[in-house]
């Protein structure tokens, strides 16, 4: 696995990852309302790492907001999941990143923050707001 910047030529590729990721996980959601054209609207002037397999096909990202140390996406592509690829992700991000980074996790995405919690991230608070979710914190 190989982990760069994305160039232009990633994005029609990151969008299609983007949508069927959520498609995917995002079971609170309405599917039908999810486009690929969030993925340009959700990424805007944020740094977009990807990770690549052995031939050379996109199989993640994560996407940075470097002024508030905050990851805002962490996506693996539905046929690529369990193989280390959203780790070796997270790792990557956090090295661009000053300290404390932080990130939000939808409360009903119990995988994810399980996944967070297991790679050193701790809850900080919850927001209640709409669709709760929790802001995590990595120090």
């Known amino acids: 696995m190989n982990i760069r910047q994305a160039t ?11 949508l069927s990721s ?3 996980a995002f079971f609170w959601e309405d599917a039908a309302k999810m486009t690929l054209n969030d993925f340009d609207h959700d990424t805007v002037d944020e740094q977009i790492l990807v990770a690549t397999d052995e031939k050379d096909q996109l199989t993640g990202f994560i996407s940075l907001y ?13 046929t690529a999941q369990h193989q280390h690829t959203g780790s070796q992700l997270l790792a990557a ?3 661009h990143m000053g300290r ?16 967070y919690e297991a790679h050193g ?3 900080e608070s919850l927001n209640t707001d709409d669709e709760p979710y929790w802001n995590l914190i990595f120090e």
Do not use: E, M
């Open 8 to 18: 232009s030529s990633d994005y029609p590729q990151l969008r299609n990852i983007y």
């Open 22 to 24: 959520r498609q995917t």
């Open 66 to 78: 470097l002024p508030d140390n905050f990851i805002h996406c962490l996506f693996v592509a539905p």
């Open 93 to 95: 991000g956090l090295t």
């Open 100 to 115: 404390p980074a932080r990130l939000k996790c939808v409360a009903r995405n119990t995988n994810a923050l399980a996944f």
């Open 121 to 123: 991230w701790r809850r």
